[in-house]
């Protein structure tokens, strides 16, 4: 199985800043590797795929880079709905693998 | 616009089956384009996908769960269902359905379903 690791598990930011989550594949994944966005009690939500294409309707201060075992989700100016829980998933082989998770909290 | 949801016992006892279905509306279960799966969520951790499956019947498990996992189609009622047995404690859970592109999901899973929370307990 590939390993998702992600990081920080969690990071306290404010309103305006700039925010990078960290994704990192055990193996090689080319760029197949999907972000998504989690608020409480709802449903994951994706915002990027495969790797550093956004979603229809997804705000362009979203951006995701990256390729074979290193993946960066970059927020460039945190807005008060950003805050939430961001998931990486790799889409290269199965089974199919998320990251564990990082909460942006203020 | 297509949307999933999710439906089921809440409440399932040890060692028992836990049943799922997930019935899909505006748009056709039988699209030759997607796959249709199912991701769980324990309370306060992270996602793990359990399965998959082709309107076909195709399916693929993650190994991790496969030798209790069951997951099926019904093209004429726009659904597909999953079976789970011999449930613990562990298997407590949100349970998500959502559509993918690829068998390993290359588009990423879009769109989700609302969620069902399933909870072993006797």
């Known amino acids: 199985d590939i390993q998702m690791t992600q990081s920080p598990s969690s990071v306290s930011a404010s309103v305006g800043d700039r925010v990078t989550i960290t994704c990192r594949a055990s193996q090689g994944i080319s760029n197949w590797l999907a972000w998504y966005q989690q608020k409480p009690g709802k449903a994951p939500k994706l915002l990027i795929y495969?790797?550093?294409s956004l979603q229809s309707g997804v705000p362009s201060r979203f951006s995701g880079s990256g390729s074979a075992t290193d993946f960066t989700l970059t927020i460039s100016s945190l807005q008060p709905e950003d805050f939430a829980t961001y998931y990486c998933?790799?889409?290269?082989?199965?089974?199919?693998?998320f990251g564990g998770g990082t909460k942006v909290q203020i | 616009q297509l949307q999933l949801q999710e439906s089921g016992p809440g409440l399932v006892k040890p060692s028992e089956t836990l049943s799922l279905t997930c019935t899909v509306s505006g748009g056709s279960i039988s699209s030759s384009s997607y796959y249709w799966g199912w991701i769980r969520q324990p309370p306060g951790k992270g996602l793990e996908w359990i399965g998959s499956i082709f309107y076909s019947g195709s399916t693929y498990y993650n190994p991790s769960l496969k030798s209790r996992v069951t997951i099926s189609v019904d093209t004429s009622k726009n659904q597909f269902s999953l079976k789970l047995g011999s449930v613990t404690a562990a298997d407590t859970a949100v349970y998500y359905c959502a559509r993918h592109a690829g068998a390993a999901a290359a588009n990423g899973f879009d769109p989700w379903g609302q969620g069902t929370l399933a909870t072993v307990s006797s």
């Open positions: 495969p790797a550093s």
């Open positions: 998933q790799q889409a290269n082989s199965v089974p199919l693998t």
